[in-house]
């Protein structure tokens, strides 16, 4: 299992020094060893399917023309996971300057029961329990638990990128996960 780990790291610095060179198999070959884990961070920091593709494609953008900037090539998923978060704060600020939440979707606009398999509609419930958990969150919140989650990064990590203090990310990550999980019984 080490050997494994090792190799991973081996092919992760590899691709690296690659995409470095401009590379752009071994670019698209570290992009698919992440994009699901920036995907999700996305829509569930931003809460819309459309932002969220254009805040990662951004991401990825800035990665592959900047790559050149990655000092330790085996730091390649924290360091994307930077990029995306600064693109997450500007578009949670341009929210805040130019949009007022939109209203929730009708009940009108959502697929009928029979419609769709039973796997869709366990996903689509799924998912609409995860966004209804999601709301309760503020904007810092909601990167702190993506980031922990999807991102997979440490309290030591989203301090460093969120500028904030180790202590202060743990507590808050811990009040989020109980401010979600209140809301979610709540509604049992």
Do not use: C
């Not at 691709?15 to 401009?22: Q, S």
């Not at 819309?48 to 900037?69: L, R």
């Not at 689509?124 to 919140?141: G, R, T, W």
């Not at 909601?142 to 203090?165: H, P, Q, R, W």
């Amino acid at each position: 299992m080490g050997s494994e780990n090792n190799a991973g790291k081996i092919d992760v610095a590899f691709l690296v020094k690659r995409a470095k060179k401009k590379d752009k198999d071994a670019f698209v070959k570290l992009y698919e060893m992440v994009y699901k884990d920036l995907y999700r961070t996305a829509y569930y920091t931003l809460g819309n399917k459309e932002d969220a593709e254009n805040v990662v494609s951004d991401t990825v953008i800035d990665a592959y023309t900047g790559i050149e900037g990655l000092r330790d090539d085996l730091k390649f998923k924290p360091w994307i996971f930077g990029i995306l978060s600064n693109h997450l704060k500007a578009e949670i600020r341009y929210y805040q300057k130019q949009r007022t939440y939109a209203s929730e979707e009708s009940i009108d606009e959502m697929p009928l029961a029979d419609k769709v398999s039973e796997n869709e509609l366990e996903r689509l419930v799924d998912s609409a329990v995860i966004e209804q958990a999601f709301k309760v969150l503020n904007e810092e919140e909601k990167l702190i638990v993506t980031m922990t989650v999807f991102g997979g990064y440490d309290s030591k990590e989203i301090a460093d990128k969120l500028e904030l203090n180790r202590n202060t990310v743990r507590s808050k990550y811990k009040r989020a996960l109980a401010k979600m999980k209140t809301n979610l019984t709540k509604g049992e």
